[in-house]
């Protein structure tokens, strides 16, 4: 299920909010052992933690932490219950007017603890946030903002596994005119028909990244020009021999053309691409259905 940004920043501002309230009750506690009176309800109620709006929100709406940190909000229920039993206790030990250390302790370990379980499912979430902020929502590929410190990594492997990188600028063919003959609904299923095709054949070491538009990027290590060329055009392959079904029952028949680069030793990002791009732009020239390597 795709998470909304606002689900995020709402569990982001529970677990801020949990932060203030459980600092409150410290505050709680000192003004009632120092300046004594009666204690509100909520600090005795055997029930304080289902009490606590964050209990609450807990047990009965915390279902994205729950989902992405399982384990924080497994640890996050326990805790919390924990650390209302102990508050419970030393309210009631400051009304009986005894000093109990160890009902203090108890009360400090487990807020300590459960603040930092919530820094922790917060962290959590962010990175989440993060990394969809990264991803491109349709296909859910990397984007292009992603390509730069992939590029940087996968030049090193290459660098390692004594290999040679490759970058492949690979754009959908005559995509325009499937928008305008079925609309962008079924542009939309046709390119994420093109992305799972693609991915179903990629290796390991390649990695593909959505650029822009109708435009995708694939990194290749490879021993030589053939087989790089071989990798991507097994992708050409596949998708040319797997149209997409229609809502109509018929079916729609795709193909791709892409420009292929041996990155060189000195050789930036910015300058492959614009020569992959080159080739692509020759390939379209040529016909279209076809990977051209720049030589
Ligand atoms: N449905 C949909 N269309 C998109 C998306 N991104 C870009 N497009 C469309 O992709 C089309 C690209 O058209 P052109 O650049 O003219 O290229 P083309 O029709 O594929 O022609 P060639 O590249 O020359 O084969 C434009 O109509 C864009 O609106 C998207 O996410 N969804």
Redesign the pocket.
Known sequence: MPVEDAQIEQAIQHLDGAKRSHFLWTQRLLRLALLGGEPQADLLAVDAAQRCAFGHWLTHEAGLLAQVAPEVHRQLCELHGQMHGAAREVGLSILARQVAPAALDAFEQLQERLIGLIDAGRMRLLEVQNLKNLHDP?TGLPQRRLLQDAFGQFRKRCQRDGRQPFLAMI???????I?DRFG?GI??R??CHMVDTLSAVLREDEALFRFG??EFVQLIAARDGREAACAVRRGLERLRHAPLALPDGGQLQMTL?AGLVAVGEQEGLDEALARADAALYRG?QDG?DRCVLAV
């Open positions: 349709l754009d959908l063919d005559r995509f325009k005119s928008n962008h542009g939309d046709a390119l538009g109708e053309t379209k279209r």
